[in-house]
């Protein structure tokens, strides 16, 4: 009697699925984006405390990603993001059922490590399952399923803060049954080959050669990922606290737009040189960092409008441009370790500046925390793209391959 075979998605269908596993990255990353100011309410958090929520995924996240970002190498793209995503499930349940705070910094850790299991089977299987054959189109779709998924996110929690009865849990119910369903998809995700190799965990690795385009490159992802982290982590604190604004589904409409503008920007940052877009990238992320302090102090919802795009616009231009230098300088045996390496050093980073931040907005107030490190961050950006006058440019950067690479021979 012969064994009954396991209906499989077709490739575009599949190519469409794991699409939706990369949005869903972002989403579960930008779910409590929203939440955070009722979380001051309801169990009188501080700012410290709610940015700390906020880094604790990214660094749980980037420890996944260090551990098991080839096991899909080995055992499947399946299997690791059916496995990824199941994380994902339990981490959002936890935030369904959270009693007190120290119940969401457990459900992060699950949400984080999920996402970092799953991030780079997904990437993978997007190239492979892809028809077209361009990688271009592969970025692309990237780039935009991200995008979309953090939109829907801060959008989906604005309106259900404002709206449901149950602000603090409405938005994780969404996404629970969002992640459910895309695990029934997975399921029926056809099965990539695997290695004959054992498993064992990526190390991060600095390259053997260009390593100062390599450190140029970290730093102009970090310097984007640092101010937007202050958009995600208090956003919606400032907007309600100093803009003045007491509706959660106009304020994530407004929030919403900074995610929006990566998509543009990073059409835009292939058609120039990776030199040029980090400078512009770079002036634009100041330029948008500092107008939330006038949006702050004169209570202007235009302002904060104004800076959540332009923000976004620099972030988008400064992230291409980085990851392109740092893709650039990989190795080709050692290249996942070598973005593990930056992933290590952006991630961290983007925490540290969230928790010092909200360190600050906890002792001195919101206003004074965005009055002393705005500028910072600022000077950050502009400073990762000066940073890339020093290193060599090859002109436009072709969008880095998402096809897994192949294990170190030694």
Known sequence: MGTRQRRTLSRSASFGLVAVVLALSLWASGAPAMVYPVYLDQWHATPLLTTALFATYPVALVLALILFGSLSDVIGRRRVILAGMILVACGTLVFVAAGSMAWLFAGRVLQGVGVGVALSAAAAALAEFDRSGRVERVSAVNTVATSSGAALAILAGGGLVQYSPAPATAPFVVLLVVVLAVIVGAWFLPESARTGTPWRPARPALPSRSRGTFFVGALTVASAFIMGGVFLALGAQIARDLVGSDNALLTGAVLATWPIAGIPAAVIARRVSARSAALGGGVLAAVGSLMLLPAGSDRSLGLFLAASIISGLGYGLLFSSGFGKVSASATVPHRAGNLA??????????????????????????????????????????????????????????????????????
């Open 341 to 410: 390496a930056m992933y290590l050093v952006v991630y961290l980073a983007q925490a540290g500046g969230a928790v010092g931040i909200g360190a600050l907005a906890t002792g001195r107030g919101l206003a004074a925390a965005l009055a002393i490190g705005m500028p910072v961050i600022a000077l950050l950006c502009l400073g990762a793209a000066v940073a890339n006058l020093s290193t060599s440019d090859g002109g436009t950067p072709s969008p880095p391959s998402l096809d897994p690479e192949p294990e170190d021979a030694h």
